[in-house]
């Protein structure tokens, strides 16, 4: 898989066979979501396309196992702000609960075409939920809430996510969760500040069934701003880039061509002219 290096990290990068937008895509993925968990979504997009970057939250050490990078939610911040700046355009933002919530807080700071949010909260709401997932009975230790989170949807994978399972080895993306840094599990239960940005680029939100940190309610409240919409794909649980991938693609791609149009196609002058 083809990365790029920016000094002490790296993006994971999908580079289209031939490149239809002027705009670079970047994905966030969410808490305890691996690039495997994002690699269908961003395979079909970079298929229809788009070059697409991963920034996860780690990186392998020398014996391949993961380095926490973002210990804190500032750290997080910066390092966003940094890759967004080094991508040379505005880029967009394709972000999951806690990445939504970085992304939000970054757009009066750094240039963004447009935000597509998948189960976005707010922060100390998702602390809050993690919270609640550790109280005995429920979910005794973070092994448990993962055993939740890597519970299979209800609907049977599709067509191109057998595909992309044939092509990716047998190892199933919803079985490689991402560890945490513990700070910043500890910033999230702790309450950190962060206000709803009330202007921000045009937006698209999706909201989860049967996610165990973030309820479709708080997703769809992220709607209400003027510059949003909900989206009319459903996705089923934590790992919805992994099981369902071409429907939310399909939707992406729409509502990324009907709102920035011009600014990322190329149309050819007879299409203008008419």
């Known amino acids: 898989m083809p990365a790029l290096s920016f000094g002490d990290f790296f993006l994971h990068c999908e580079t289209p066979e031939a490149a239809r937008y002027r705009a670079p895509m970047l994905v966030l ?3 305890f979501q691996s690039f495997a968990c994002w690699r269908p979504m961003t395979s079909m997009l970079a298929h229809r396309g788009w070059e697409v970057y991963c920034l996860t939250r780690t990186m392998p050490d020398r014996d391949g196992r993961p380095h926490l990078l973002d210990e ?16 040379g355009a505005p880029a967009v933002v394709l972000a999951s609960d806690l990445g939504a919530a970085l992304a939000l807080s970054l757009t009066g700071e750094v240039p963004m075409l447009a935000l597509v949010l998948f189960s976005p ?5 998702l602390g809050a939920a993690y919270r609640r997932s550790l109280r005995p009975g429920s979910a005794p230790t973070p092994l448990g809430l993962l055993r939740r989170l890597r519970r ?20 199933t993306a919803v079985e490689e969760t991402l560890p945490e840094p513990r700070r ?3 910033e999230l239960q702790a309450g950190l500040p962060f206000e709803r940005a009330d202007r921000h680029p045009p937006a698209l939100v999706f909201a989860a069934h049967d996610d165990p940190l973030v309820t479709e309610r708080h997703a769809l409240e992220f709607a209400g701003s003027v510059a949003a919409k909900a989206s009319r794909t459903r996705l089923e649980g934590r790992f919805f880039a992994a099981t369902g991938a071409g429907p939310i693609a399909d939707e992406v791609q729409r509502f990324l061509i009907l709102t920035l149009g011009d600014r990322v196609v190329e149309f050819p002058e007879e299409v203008l002219e008419d």
Request: net charge positive; charged share 25%.
């Open 121 to 125: 909260s707010d922060p100390t709401e």
């Open 72 to 87: 804190t939610w500032d750290r997080a911040r910066a390092r966003i702000a940094r890759v967004c700046t080094r991508l």
């Open 152 to 171: 299979p949807a209800a609907a049977a994978p599709t067509p191109e996510v057998v595909a992309h399972a044939a092509l990716f080895g047998p190892r």
């Open 184 to 186: 910043l599990l500890e």
């Open 29 to 31: 993925p969410g808490l």
